[in-house]
């Protein structure tokens, strides 16, 4: 599975019916209709705006390890993100909002994407989330800050079990 494809299944829902919808402003925010070509090229400015947003909070905290610019720089991105997608909905069609996906296709979608992800990839990913939740739980313990501990283990703990989640649903049923 390529960047392009992993960035365009966080951010466009394929429906039953066969329709890409994009739902920018959550599920009472309007609904936008794309067609395959428009959903690629949208994941790639995606994909390029993470990897500008990777760099501004790695200079930032590089820069200025404080809580204010980094706060600051986080606003930033949150905010640039939302620009975004206010610019990936202009121009794009209305559509009525797709039903509530059913238990099948739900588990359909996500047996799918694991196992395009691949499981050597996946094993990876479970690996470097382990690695990094107990990295980060041992670095805030070690400089008495417990609430960085909690954070750093909780989220890449989280990613970790998503990961070997996904894992088991790589093999197909």
């Known amino acids: 599975m390529s960047l392009?494809?992993?960035?365009?299944g966080t951010m466009f829902y394929p429906t039953p019916d066969g329709r890409i919808v994009f739902r920018p402003w959550g599920r009472?925010?309007?609904c936008y209709l794309l067609t395959p070509a428009q959903r690629d090229a949208?994941?790639?400015w995606q994909l390029a705006y993470w990897a500008l947003m990777l760099v501004a909070?790695?200079?930032?905290?590089?820069?200025?390890?404080?809580?204010?610019?980094?706060l600051a720089t986080l606003a930033a991105v949150i905010l640039g993100n939302y620009a975004l997608f206010?610019?990936?909905?202009?121009?794009?069609?209305?559509?009525?909002?797709?039903?509530?996906?059913?238990?099948e296709y739900r588990d359909h979608l996500l047996?799918?994407?694991?196992?395009?992800?691949g499981r050597p990839m996946?094993?990876?990913?479970?690996a470097l989330s382990v690695g990094m939740s107990l990295l980060g739980a041992v670095a805030g313990l070690s400089a008495s800050r417990w609430d960085v501990a909690a954070l750093a283990g909780g989220f890449f703990g989280l990613c970790a079990?998503?990961?070997?989640w996904q894992l088991r649903r790589a093999r197909g049923k």
Request: proline residues 14%; positive net charge; aromatic residues 8%.
């Open 122 to 126: 996946l094993w990876i990913m479970l």
């Open 111 to 117: 047996s799918q994407h694991a196992r395009a992800f």
């Open 161 to 164: 079990g998503v990961f070997g």
């Open 4 to 8: 392009t494809q992993v960035a365009a």
């Open 57 to 70: 909070i790695v200079g930032v905290m590089n820069r200025a390890p404080r809580l204010g610019p980094a």
């Open 42 to 44: 949208r994941a790639r």
């Open 28 to 30: 009472k925010g309007p």
């Open 86 to 103: 206010w610019a990936f909905a202009r121009g794009l069609p209305l559509t009525d909002p797709p039903s509530p996906p059913t238990k």
